[in-house]
C-alpha cells in the first residue's frame, strides 16, 4: 500500500515538474500567452486590471558577484528584462502564462530608486490594465523561480531572459567586458 502512495506521489510531482517546465520554455522562446491575469509564486496578490497595483515600486541596485551591478526591487529581488519586449515605445510581451512564472514589477503611483538615474524609470500600461514600470523604456519583471533575494535563476532562460542593469541594459552579456585584445606590434627583432 505504502509503495503504491509512493508511486502515486512521485507521478504527480514528476506531471508538476514536467508541466513548470513547458511554461518556463513557452515564455523564453515565444513570449506567452495574452489572456488571464498575471500573478506570482511568492505569496503576492496577482495584479489584474479590477485590482490595485501597490502604491509605489523601489528599484535598487546590488552588485552580483558573476553579472556585476543589477537592479533589485524593494526585497531584494532580481528584476529582468525580455527581449521580445520592446523599448521605444514602451511594450510588454509578457501576458497571460508567461507573466505567471515572469511576473510583472508593477506600479501605482511613484517610483523610488536608489543607485539608478530617475530619468531613466518609466512605466507601461500592460493588456490588462495595470501598470508595470520599465527600466529606460524596458518593462522589468520578477521570475517567479527566485525563491530568495539575490538569486538569478532566470538570467539567460530561454536566451531572451536577462538580468536587467541600471541603464536599461543585459546583465552578463558582456556588453561591459574589455574588448578583444588588439594584436600588438611585432617587435623590431631580426629574423621576426
Same mark, same amino acid.
Given at each position: 500500500? %505504502? /509503495?503504491?502512495?509512493?508511486?502515486?506521489?512521485?507521478?504527480?510531482?514528476?506531471?508538476?515538474?514536467?508541466?513548470?517546465?513547458?511554461?518556463?520554455? #513557452?515564455?523564453?522562446?515565444? #513570449?506567452?500567452?495574452?489572456?488571464?491575469?498575471?500573478?506570482?509564486?511568492?505569496?503576492?496578490?496577482?495584479?489584474?486590471?479590477?485590482?490595485?497595483?501597490?502604491?509605489?515600486?523601489? *528599484? @535598487?541596485?546590488?552588485?552580483?558577484?558573476?553579472?556585476?551591478?543589477?537592479?533589485?526591487?524593494?526585497?531584494?529581488?532580481? *528584476?529582468? %528584462?525580455?527581449?521580445?519586449?520592446?523599448?521605444?515605445?514602451?511594450?510588454?510581451?509578457?501576458?497571460?502564462?508567461?507573466?505567471?512564472?515572469?511576473?510583472?514589477?508593477?506600479?501605482?503611483?511613484?517610483?523610488?530608486?536608489?543607485?539608478?538615474? /530617475?530619468?531613466?524609470?518609466?512605466?507601461?500600461? %500592460?493588456?490588462?490594465?495595470?501598470? @508595470?514600470?520599465?527600466?529606460?523604456?524596458?518593462?522589468?519583471? %520578477?521570475?517567479?523561480?527566485?525563491?530568495?533575494?539575490?538569486?538569478?535563476?532566470? @538570467?539567460?532562460?530561454?536566451?531572451?531572459?536577462?538580468?536587467?542593469?541600471?541603464?536599461?541594459?543585459?546583465?552578463?552579456?558582456?556588453?561591459?567586458?574589455?574588448?578583444?585584445?588588439?594584436?600588438?606590434?611585432?617587435? /623590431?627583432?631580426?629574423?621576426?
Amino acid at each position: 500500500m %505504502r /509503495s503504491r502512495i509512493r508511486t502515486s506521489r512521485a507521478a504527480v510531482l514528476a506531471a508538476s515538474g514536467i508541466a513548470a517546465a513547458a511554461l518556463i520554455a #513557452g515564455c523564453g522562446s515565444s #513570449g506567452g500567452g495574452t489572456s488571464g491575469a498575471p500573478s506570482t509564486s511568492s505569496g503576492a496578490p496577482s495584479m489584474s486590471g479590477s485590482q490595485s497595483a501597490p502604491a509605489s515600486a523601489t *528599484l @535598487q541596485t546590488v552588485n552580483d558577484p558573476k553579472l556585476g551591478t543589477i537592479v533589485t526591487d524593494s526585497a531584494g529581488f532580481t *528584476l529582468y %528584462r525580455f527581449d521580445q519586449d520592446h523599448d521605444n515605445p514602451s511594450e510588454s510581451s509578457c501576458n497571460g502564462n508567461c507573466a505567471t512564472i515572469w511576473p510583472p514589477e508593477h506600479a501605482g503611483g511613484n517610483v523610488t530608486v536608489k543607485g539608478i538615474d /530617475s530619468k531613466l524609470v518609466g512605466t507601461v500600461t %500592460r493588456s490588462d490594465g495595470t501598470k @508595470q514600470v520599465t527600466l529606460n523604456g524596458w518593462p522589468v519583471y %520578477r521570475y517567479s523561480p527566485d525563491a530568495k533575494p539575490g538569486d538569478t535563476k532566470g @538570467q539567460g532562460v530561454g536566451g531572451t531572459w536577462f538580468a536587467v542593469t541600471p541603464d536599461g541594459g543585459k546583465a552578463g552579456t558582456g556588453a561591459s567586458a574589455p574588448s578583444p585584445a588588439t594584436p600588438s606590434p611585432k617587435p /623590431s627583432v631580426p629574423g621576426y
